[in-house]
């Protein structure tokens, strides 16, 4: 079974910085895509950030040239380095991996973390 763990969450004051990482394991031969979303309280679930296996990347609006995206395709891994964060970053952070093939020749057409928990402060 593929399973997605994400770590790095917590609480830290505007302008501050927190790098998120998101590890899958199983026995997992390839992963098309991983990406990072977020829900805000009373709001839907959006688009964070994402990267291909040969890492093509796309960012919200909100988050271009703060937020940066990049994988570990060795690892599995993916991470989001983010800086100047605002009070408006906060939000359950989730990772998602799309398109992932195992060794046993099975295919899962996504996974989601459990979610991290990102608290920005003035």
């Known amino acids: 079974q593929v399973q997605l763990v994400e770590s790095g969450g917590g609480l830290v004051q505007a302008g501050g910085s927190l790098r998120l990482s998101c590890t899958a394991s199983g026995s997992i031969f390839r992963i098309n895509a991983m990406g990072w979303y977020r829900q805000a309280p009373g709001q839907q679930r959006e688009l964070v950030a994402h990267?291909?296996?040969?890492?093509?990347?796309n960012y919200a609006d909100s988050v271009k040239g703060r937020f940066t995206i990049s994988r570990d395709n060795a690892k599995n891994t993916v991470y989001l380095q983010m800086n100047s964060l605002k009070l408006e970053d906060t939000a359950v952070y989730y990772c998602?991996?799309?398109?992932?093939?195992?060794?046993?020749?099975?295919?899962?057409?996504?996974?989601w973390g459990q979610g991290t928990q990102v608290t920005v402060s003035l």
């Open positions: 998602n991996a799309e398109g992932i093939y195992d060794y046993s020749g099975s295919y899962f057409r996504e996974h």
């Open positions: 990267i291909t296996n040969g890492g093509s990347t």
